[in-house]
């Protein structure tokens, strides 16, 4: 059989028993979830490849079966439009900018050069020609004639800058839609413009699209309007609902038209656009703001909150892809080790296997941007909203009750459970609040708290709670709180700290306090708060969003730009330790059972640790005795997955992968390699769904273990 050609990169590291102080993060893996997040576009290139935008760039080479972040040299994530060049090439438009890819987009470049406004929102290639012409928030639209090296400014006949939508015909005329000013059309390749003032529309065009017969679709805030006559005249042949925009217009074919209307889901036009029928079973979440089909005539629809959703039959069903672009704000353990994520717009999710499978826990939630959880010892689940609300759940979140509210903007940033079993709110403009009838009543406690922003709750060994305070981003008035009563009162402990917002308290059991700060890197205590110094060596990202700690007492900090950092207990210097945490930002961190970790992102779910927080010195004490092959993770997989082994001596070592035939499909490893751990990344895209057995052999040992592929 022949060995299926596989992307394998393996990543050795060798730990000396002389050598190691710190126990590191070998790298990240992705979780499968939650799925979600918001898409703004999507694109099928010519290779097959799927692209979508979001908050970044997401790839998929399964037909939507499995996606992942491509985001390198991709410095603004706003993304916002990707479209095809003539030539191959892939351009998106972003909040930042241009960029380009010469690489089926796995890579990105800048194109800004001329581009005197970066809010792009439209972007359309001329298909016989190749020029480009991007359209702006302000600006009208640019040009270029030389693959995005060059822009200018093109915009005679516009009587508005806003642009909002962008296509080109076959024979090369271009229409560009606008937000107040209703539909404009170049014949010179975007040199001039005049206004289609024949369309009654409300002046907000949301996409444009056109068939082979050269028919012009026009989705707009009041529906969907079409000319048959080059834009000469109009027919209104779909009328939405009050506020209800068409997002998304897409020709299957010159009859079979799709159009995704915001927040009420997808219609279907079987005779170019005079008849439509709603088009949604299976469609969960109904803000569809882009439609794309690809080569295979699978049909893909992004959302807002809901990710993406995949049909292979004509749009009469949808299912849901693995498509994560969720924005994590908390993370929380259950007693029996599940995890929970609280995120933004798509409300608690629920994992009972570390981050494989996710389940949504929304039942009963009518603010679902979820920035704080507490889990009780008595296994209820406490969550608290951007919108002020708190919520109580005693069945493991599978539906919830209001049981506080406070009006907008006054946000619950962080609820805890203080020593004596009291609950604490910390808000964002109104303080401390506090019950001690788990949830049934509320009452402030801010005695002492001038600083009312509160962010944070850390309570320590000694019975000490700690509240880091300030706006987001302040450069000064952030500080500490301390209490020794368990939230009755408070007095400010800021002594040495700088002054911007304190984001995040952990404590160490040996009593020592670290907050971290946005603008001014980590600082700590050994005086139980009284004085505060700088801890900052080799931190070059200052703005922290989160600290977490293990119980080897290693301090973990997320940055807003960098990823996340270490610092080894009893070291004075920290280490990035971001391999594979491909994401604009870090916004939370948790410790989890067997001391790995994970990092909740803005725009990339939730992400686990490789290794151990402690994988170093477990390794270390076993080092000279352990042949050992770890469970691949995640299991089940689609289809990346890490393979960990040890090794104890220098010897030729062998990994393979079997089907259940007993067939070898691949070999990831064959060849001398160091003592210490290894880790191998495995790429089964091109194996069909199935279990299958790994081995790890040498001359004298072998062990096997198994893993399920779901595709």
């Known amino acids: 059989m022949r060995t299926t050609n596989l992307i394998v990169t393996i990543l050795a590291q060798l730990f000396l028993l002389n050598s190691l102080s710190f126990s590191q993060i070998a790298d990240w893996a992705q979780t499968n979830g939650p799925a979600g997040g918001d898409v703004t576009t999507i694109v099928a290139t010519p290779n097959g490849t799927l692209l979508a935008g979001g908050l970044g760039i997401f790839r998929s080479t399964d037909h939507g079966g499995s996606w992942i972040p491509s985001n390198n040299g991709l410095t603004y994530f706003e993304v916002q439009k990707i479209i095809n060049h003539p030539s191959g090439e892939i351009f998106a438009a972003s909040l930042g900018g241009i960029f380009l890819s010469t690489d089926d987009g796995q890579h990105w470049t800048i194109k800004n050069t001329g581009l005197t406004q970066t809010y792009v929102y439209a972007l359309a290639a001329n298909p016989n020609t190749g020029t480009i012409l991007a359209g702006t928030s302000g600006g009208g639209v640019f040009r270029s004639v030389d693959n995005a090296e060059h822009w200018v400014s ?6 508005t800058g806003w642009i909002s939508a962008l296509t080109y015909s076959e024979n090369g005329e271009v229409y560009a839609g606008t937000q107040g000013a209703g539909i404009f059309h170049s014949t010179d390749d975007g040199l001039h413009w005049s206004q289609l003032d024949s369309i009654d529309t409300d002046g907000f065009v949301q996409s444009v699209a ?7 679709f026009v989705g707009a805030n009041s529906g969907v309007y079409r000319s048959t006559d080059n834009g000469i005249s109009w027919q209104h042949v779909k009328t939405n609902s009050v506020n209800s925009e068409t997002r998304a217009l ?19 036009s079987t005779d170019a656009g005079t008849m439509w029928t709603e088009t949604d079973s299976g469609l969960t979440y109904n803000g569809i703001t882009s439609i794309a089909v690809d080569s295979m005539k699978f049909i893909y629809a992004g959302t807002l909150r809901g990710g993406i959703f995949r049909s292979s039959n004509n749009s009469l069903a949808w299912e849901q892809t693995r498509f994560v672009n969720t924005n994590v704000n908390i993370l929380a353990f259950g007693l029996d080790g599940d995890l929970f994520a609280g995120t933004s717009y798509n409300g608690v999710f629920h994992s009972t296997d570390n981050g494989v499978t996710w389940s949504q826990l929304i039942s009963g939630l009518s603010d679902v941007y979820i920035l704080s959880l507490l889990v009780e010892p008595n296994s209820n ?10 919520y109580k759940s005693t069945n493991n979140g599978a539906s919830w009750n209001l049981v506080f509210t406070l009006s907008f903007p006054t946000f619950v940033n962080a609820i805890a459970l203080t020593q004596n079993g009291s609950i604490l709110a910390a808000t964002r403009g109104l303080g401390i609040f506090c019950s001690t009838n788990d949830g049934s009543s509320w009452v402030t406690h801010n005695t002492g708290l001038t600083d009312t922003v509160v962010n944070c709750i850390c309570k320590t060994g000694s019975g000490a709670i700690f509240v880091g305070t300030g706006e987001k981003y302040s450069i000064s008035g952030g500080s500490v709180f301390r209490s020794t009563n368990g939230g009755t009162s408070w007095t400010e402990t800021h002594t040495g700290l700088p002054g911007p917002t304190v984001s995040s308290i952990v404590s160490k059991s040996n009593g020592d306090i670290f907050a971290a700060t946005m603008g001014a890197g980590v600082y700590y205590s050994t005086n139980d ?5 700088s801890a900052n060596t080799d931190l070059f990202d200052r703005y922290i969003l989160s600290l977490a700690i293990d119980s080897a007492g290693n301090i973990f900090a997320a940055s807003e730009g960098h990823g996340v950092f270490a610092l080894s207990n009893g070291d004075n210097k920290w280490v990035q330790q971001s391999t594979g945490l491909n994401v604009q930002q870090t916004n939370t961190l948790l410790v989890g059972s067997g001391s790995y970790l994970y990092a909740g992102t803005l725009g990339g779910g939730v992400f686990r640790s490789a290794n151990p927080t402690m994988a170093v010195k477990t390794i270390n004490t076993n080092i000279a005795n352990s042949f050992n092959l770890e469970q691949n993770y995640p299991n089940p997989f689609n289809p990346l997955t890490k393979i960990n082994y040890q090794i104890p001596t220098n010897s030729a070592v062998r990994l393979t992968i079997f089907n259940l035939l007993g067939e070898r499909v691949a070999t990831l490893v064959n060849e001398k390699q160091k003592s210490g751990l290894h880790t191998v990344n495995f790429d089964a895209s091109q194996l069909p769904s199935g279990i299958y057995f790994y081995r790890l052999s040498n ?12 595709k």
């Open 154 to 159: 093109t915009s005679d006949g516009l009587t």
């Open 250 to 268: 897409t020709v299957v074919s010159d009859d079979n038209i799709l159009a995704g209307v915001l927040f009420e889901g997808i219609f279907r």
């Open 210 to 216: 056109l068939n082979s017969r050269s028919e012009i």
């Open 381 to 390: 689940i406490f969550a608290g909203t951007f919108g002020g609300d708190i």
């Open 699 to 710: 001359a004298n040992l072998s062990q096997t273990k198994k893993m399920l592929l779901i």
């Open 529 to 533: 708060g009284e004085s505060w110094d």
